[in-house]
């Protein structure tokens, strides 16, 4: 029997068959021992074969294969640093749900999801949040922004989960697709899915005023379907994947040699360089640093190569921002 994985609570699997029905699995032990170097081998978003409910009796159903992935979202595991985490898997894109206040959202950590997503053919829309909190100041900031990565080739879209501005965007932006929803804790991730998908009704949390950042609210990821929009052609409206906030970005299996092909606006003037095995850190004709300096490479994005690059310390990505 095959079907979809929908949720994952860390203990259980819940799979929605190809017939219909939501089946709640385990997997053995032993599947963690098939080369699969992650602490979650099985992820929300993947096609999976199950036994039989009618023959699981006191054991219950189990997961007994994964069907090959067209895609994953992966990040270094925040307990374990030489094991990753598998946040979904064959997604047609990703919503980073950023704030530019309430709490801050870093450029190193967007710059790092976004350069995973890259490694791992996954399109992103930067979704910069809580736009009616923002005075004249933080907005002009927000709008830099966005001009700095849509330059680069990212969509962005400047929306209020509170008020409902630029939700429709959204809305339609998911129909027909199967969309992850990741982000700090703290940046509205439950309130926008409220207001993206009215009836779900998501528990939310404040932010913290002592230190400005934001609590977890989910636990699991969990697959939440999209109703089709009335024009939809095939009559699907899709599925928007819940996670739970995550602090850090830890990059994963990332060589540094192949780094540069994860930064769009860096691999296009790498291709200028005088030596084809350029770092862009030192070297002479270096088109990268030559781009740098005369700013069409932000140096933040730069600082973010950087600290990807010096990866060599474990711990690094987890440090406060």
């Known amino acids: 029997m095959k079907g979809l994985v929908i949720k994952n609570t860390g203990s259980f699997y819940t799979v929605l068959t190809d017939e219909g029905a939501t089946v709640d699995c385990k997997i053995k032990g032993n599947f963690r021992l098939k080369g699969i170097r992650s602490t979650n081998p099985v992820a929300v978003g993947d096609r999976v074969s199950i036994t039989s409910p009618s023959a699981g009796g006191r054991d219950g159903v189990f997961i007994t294969d994964i069907e090959?992935?067209?895609?994953?979202?992966?990040?270094?595991s925040s307990n374990l640093s030489k094991q990753s985490h598998i946040i979904a898997a064959n997604v047609d894109q990703a919503f980073l749900v950023v704030t530019v206040d309430f709490p801050q959202t870093s450029t190193t950590f967007i710059d790092r999801f976004l350069a995973s997503a890259e490694a791992y053919r996954v399109p992103v829309v930067l979704v910069f949040n809580k736009r009616d909190l923002l005075d004249e100041g933080a907005l002009h900031y927000q709008?830099?922004?966005?001009?700095l990565y849509e330059n680069i080739g990212y969509e962005c879209v400047s929306v209020s989960a509170k008020t409902g501005f630029g939700i429709e965007k959204l809305q339609n932006l998911m129909q027909g697709k199967i969309t992850l929803l990741s982000g700090n804790s703290g940046v509205g991730k439950s309130t926008l899915i409220n207001r993206l998908l009215p009836g779900v009704n998501l528990r939310t949390a404040e932010i913290s005023d002592a230190h400005n950042t934001g609590m977890h609210t989910t636990?699991?990821?969990?697959?939440?379907p999209v109703p089709a929009d009335a024009d939809a052609e095939d009559g699907k409206g899709g599925w928007l994947i819940d996670t739970p906030g995550i602090k850090g970005f830890g990059t994963f299996d990332m060589e540094p040699e192949e780094l540069t092909s994860y930064f769009r606006e860096i691999f296009h003037f790498s291709k200028d360089c005088r030596f084809s095995n350029c770092t862009h850190t030192h070297e002479p004709g270096c088109a990268v640093l030559k781009a740098l300096d005369e700013?069409?490479?932000?140096?933040?994005?730069y600082q973010s190569y950087l600290s990807m690059l010096d990866d060599k310390d474990e711990n690094k990505y987890r440090e406060p921002y």
Do not use: W
Request: a positive charge; aromatic letters at 12%.
């Open 68 to 76: 090959d992935r067209k895609n994953y979202i992966i990040r270094k």
């Open 143 to 147: 709008d830099m922004m966005i001009t």
């Open 219 to 224: 636990t699991f990821s969990e697959m939440l």
């Open 295 to 301: 700013h069409y490479i932000a140096a933040s994005r």
